[in-house]
């Protein structure tokens, strides 16, 4: 933004003026640049406009500092987090991938010509599983082969305990946001090969056409042009790429699901919950997250926590509280409201019939 306007500026004619430098003296800023040095730029990755009111209510419950911090919008999804303590900002940096209202928010360090530099905000630290390996193979080295594909490698874990499914290889690396996601590769000992997929852990929002990070199909303007040349190519990309997603149904065929999400429901019914995915029928059946997912998320928010467990106590009008529980959610039932009709109905025969009563009485 700053380039173009010195641009534009060049092609006016400027007055005496206009044209005149003011000089400013290094103890004019001080208290500004002091108060940058313990601040984060963060940017949200993706097409979806953020509200900031949404946006500091929701990170200010998640961080939970402890001293205060301010957020100031600096441009479209883009925002300045100010804090008190030079602890609180350590800490914030670096915790975990922090995302919102399904997507993710990329925060670096302040320094003079931050924004300049678009690099640091497309790439964001995931979790990927390698799966399909065979189980001799299961090795660092062959993690950090693997996750060299990626580029900047992290972290390798290689889990002792295995699942239905076998056992797999965990990577950290960076992903960029600019480029589709990485779904599979080939790896070769000797004479044998096998095909190895890539399962991502707290995969927000993606496009199942072009798979890039940041915006659904609707949105891909990939899939706009593609549809003009009558040129699309679906199925490339999909849920099966989010770890947790993918399991077996009892004849052994692989199915997928969509991850289900938990939000207060917005019509005044006593405090009953809503669980995306899940059918009216079994809405009285205990529900329960994957121990490996690590967001959870609640409204337009996500909240990362330690534990798969967390809890959130909300007052409603007439104080009465709801408990939302993401571990384990206990659902209300639907019965209430038909017992209530019923009463209602018996009600109504009675008043009926006793002024049938009334009328056929002399």
Known sequence: MEKDLEDR???????????????????????????????????IFGIKKVSILGFKSTMMNIWQTKESFSIREIGCNLFQV?????EDKIRVLNGKTWCFDSQYLILCEW?????????IFNTVELWIQLWNIPFHWLSIETGRKIGAKFGKLIDIVIP????????????????NLEKPILRCTNIKLEEEACWVDFLYE??????????????????????????AL????????????????????????????????????????????VVNNIPPEENQKNVSLDANNETVSVGDGNLNENSHACAELQKEEGG?????????MILKPQCDKENEMEKSMRLTFVVIEALLCSIRSP
């Not at 100010?82 to 030079?86: A, I, R, T």
Request: proline share 2%; net charge neutral; with cysteine.
């Open 82 to 86: 100010v804090f008190v303590s030079q």
């Open 230 to 273: 009558d040129k699309l190519r679906d199925g490339q990309f999909g849920e099966w790429l989010r770890a947790g997603d993918l399991g077996l149904n009892k004849t052994g065929a692989k199915v997928t699901r969509k991850p289900f999400s938990v939000e207060p429901q917005t019509q005044k019914d006593e405090g009953a919950l």
């Open 9 to 43: 500026l060049k092609s006016f004619s400027l007055s005496k003026e206009e044209n005149t430098e003011i000089l400013l003296e290094p103890t004019d800023v001080i208290k500004n640049i002091l108060e940058c040095e313990k601040s984060l730029i963060g940017k």
């Open 111 to 119: 320094a003079e010509n931050v924004l300049e530099n678009t690099e």
């Open 202 to 227: 707290n995969l927000q929002t993606f496009c199942f056409y072009c798979g890039k990070i940041g915006h659904s199909e609707r949105g891909c303007q990939s899939r706009k042009e593609d549809l």
């Open 160 to 175: 002792e305990s295995g699942s239905s499914k076998g056992r797999h290889i965990k990577i950290m690396a960076q992903v």
């Open 320 to 328: 009465k509280e709801r408990k939302i529980l993401t571990s384990q």
